[in-house]
């Protein structure tokens, strides 16, 4: 019943998050159906945000800021072939 719950809470709180991430303009999560508890999501590109300025930040800078205020989020560029983005 103790594992239960925790896993439970974890995918409640992975569902929220996402929620949460998707309304705002300057990222975008990857399609996840929960199967983990956990959020993927990047940056928005040039053009698909609300405010089409050039951002002068990128997801590892994010992370690092995240970290400053005790979250792990790491950042990674994907595998060989899509090395040019990064979640």
Request: a negative charge.
């Amino acid at each position: 019943a103790g594992y239960t719950k925790m896993i439970t809470n974890m995918h409640n709180v992975a569902v929220y998050l996402k929620e949460q991430i998707d309304e705002l303009d300057h990222f975008r999560t990857i399609k996840n159906e929960f199967s983990l508890p956990l959020v993927a999501f990047s940056l928005t590109q040039k053009g698909e945000e609300a405010d089409d300025s050039e951002r002068q930040y990128t997801e590892f800078d994010v992370a690092d800021r995240m970290r400053e205020r005790g979250w792990v989020v790491p950042a990674y560029s994907l595998a060989p072939g899509a090395e040019s983005i990064t979640v």
